[in-house]
């Protein structure tokens, strides 16, 4: 019972680390990538689509993107939701395909991707540590019911925050990685 509160805590706290991951992905560096337009949704035949699922999308050089639709009749549409994404680019449109170029970062707007990474770094660590004080909790439950000893609910209680240490120091490599990226010029 207490490795099943010790294994969930674990699973819990990758899955925290894999979406801290795809959210930094999101936090642009000075380099062009792909996942930088995950967020942008196409009108495509009355339908919300991902951008990657209406057209090519590439880098063709560091700071370009180019995309082409499948379709050439949604050229306007995926203009149009680029221009209301808040990516801060502007779309050309020569007939065929869709050029980004990716505008080179100010020292504030580092400064500001920063704080954003510390923020959502921020967020990272608080749900890990919702997730031990759940897990926790569970071996206190079991405590209580009598199910386990007061010596093996100390130690579950030991391994957890271990666990809890070792996914944090994670975050905060994490973290120090895609600021150093985007601090780097």
Known sequence: MIEQAKSGAKAKMEKVVNSLIEELKKVRTGKAQVSMLDSIRVNYYGQQSPLSQVASVSTPDAKTFLIAPWETSILKEIEMSIVKSDIGMAPINDGKVIRLKVPDLT?????????????ITEDSRVAVRLVRRDANE???????????????????ETDIQKLTDDFIKKVDQIADEKEKSILTI
């Open 138 to 156: 569970e071996v206190k439950k079991l405590f209580k019911d009598k199910a386990i000893s007061e010596d093996e609910s100390k130690k579950a």
């Open 107 to 119: 020292e504030e707007r580092r400064k500001d991707l920063a704080k954003q990474v510390k923020k």
